[in-house]
């Protein structure tokens, strides 16, 4: 017992299930397409012999890629394993006032694991009844701010100007807007704010628009000093966070504008006729602007939706939490996965 006080428990935020059996796999936000072709070409013309060399700890390549695609300074991008590992970086260098942080009360269940991790007291801040953020209840004082936008799981993107007035309403502490789906919205990134609130910090990821789950990269935007700030705290514990591969995979995919865009708006397309489907069997689902739509149906429990999907090779996400436990979060697949869905789910209704 003794030996247990001592060690720091958290629980655990839960992923979406990777099963390893073939399957149509609609439950963990992936890009059904490949990357760009020019990150298989990156692979087959792979230096090797740089694979026994520490990578750049700086990544200025991926960086610099980064940089001019967001028509900011290199100086104001931050570069990581993955958004979390952006985002969980970014738990331990910004939320340390002691203060609640708030984020909403349905969202990505990721941050309350990062605050109770790091120790950081916060608060949920309830949806109104359309699922969109209350922008007054980010005006208390607090000890910083995050959400995602669009939000996960339900799929609703906030204009910058609810952004604006959150920045303009909190100017002594972070607000970090997660942009994991931003991509999918065909609406303005808040990386456009950057250099007018020096307290803002946006992260993004290319583990859904660009298609690269499995290499792990993220990045964060933001002033200088904020940067500055973010890379003191990697160097601090792992100055060698990112892979070469993951380097210069990454780097290529960033060029590759063209593919980039095409794929991005054959996702909107099949999810655009995906809420026409939905709508026509009677589910319920707030406007999406991601590469998912939560739906639920009045006459049809979520869960026992759920399982009878799953047992017929369909995984889609659901969570028991009260509040969306009639919901599905389905991710957009391609046009044959999807009619494959549809088609399965109206046999299962009509059981």
Known sequence: ??????????????????????????????????????????????????LRLYPDPEIRMLTESLAEYCQVKPEQIFVGVGSDDVLSMSFL????????????????SFYKVWAELYRIPYECCPLDEKMHLRKEDYCKEN???IFPNPNAPTGIYESLDVIEEILKQNPDVIVIVDEAYIDFAG???AISLIDRYDNLLVTQTFSKSRSMAGMRIGFAAGNERLIRWLQDVKYSFNSYTMSYPAIVCGTEAVKD????????????????????????????????????????HPKYDGEKLFQALKERQ??????????????????????EEMNQFFDTLEEIMKE
Do not use: C
Request: aromatic share 12%; charged share 30%; no cysteine.
């Open 1 to 50: 017992m003794r030996l247990e006080e001592n060690i720091r428990r958290v629980t655990p935020y839960v992923p979406g299930e990777q099963p390893q059996q073939k399957v149509i796999k609609l439950n963990t936000n992936e890009n059904p397409y490949p990357p760009a072709p020019g990150v298989e070409r990156a692979l087959k013309e792979m230096d090797d012999g740089r």
């Open 143 to 145: 000890g910083g701010i």
């Open 93 to 108: 260098t910004f939320f340390n006032s002691g203060k609640p942080i708030l984020f909403p009360d349905i969202t990505y």
């Open 187 to 189: 609406k303005p990134s």
């Open 257 to 296: 504008t063209e593919y980039f865009r095409k794929t991005t708006e054959k996702i909107v397309a099949t999810r655009e006729w995906s809420k026409e489907k939905l709508a026509d069997l009677g589910f319920e689902f707030p406007d999406s602007s991601t590469n998912f739509i939560f739906a639920k």
């Open 314 to 335: 369909i995984y889609v996400r659901h969570w028991k939490q009260p509040e969306i436990a009639q919901y599905l979060r389905i991710t957009v697949g391609t046009d």
